[in-house]
């Protein structure tokens, strides 16, 4: 996949739902290694902790320092679903960022 963007904050996460939008649309399994890119991008750029995004995937933190580190991966399915709800994650950000102060 490799999410290489511009660095403004809104642009860079409408074009990270885009990419996630087509990785979550498409027959082909959700390889490892774009799972540990979105799942980085997400505590990264997203300011997510691993606690964060454990209690929103309903794991345990320790569980994703292991998906991080490309141990014990989540079957298709749950990638999949991961990829949707960092969309949902993207999308409310880029509501909150639009609201005038």
């Known amino acids: 996949m490799q999410l290489q963007l511009e660095d403004s904050t809104i642009e860079y996460?409408?074009?990270v739902i885009k990419q996630l939008t087509t990785v979550t649309n498409s027959e082909a399994p959700v390889s490892d290694e774009d799972l540990i890119e979105i799942?980085?991008?997400?505590?990264?750029r997203l300011n997510l902790s691993s606690r964060e995004l454990a209690s929103k995937?309903?794991?345990t933190p320790s569980t994703i320092s292991r998906w991080k580190n490309g141990k014990n991966m989540p079957i298709p399915f749950v990638r999949k679903a991961i990829f949707t709800q960092i969309i949902k994650i993207a999308n409310?950000?880029?509501?909150?960022?639009?609201?005038?102060i």
């Open 39 to 44: 799942i980085n991008l997400a505590t990264s």
């Open 92 to 100: 409310e950000q880029i509501i909150a960022l639009r609201k005038p």
């Open 57 to 59: 995937f309903g794991v």
């Open 13 to 15: 996460l409408l074009a």
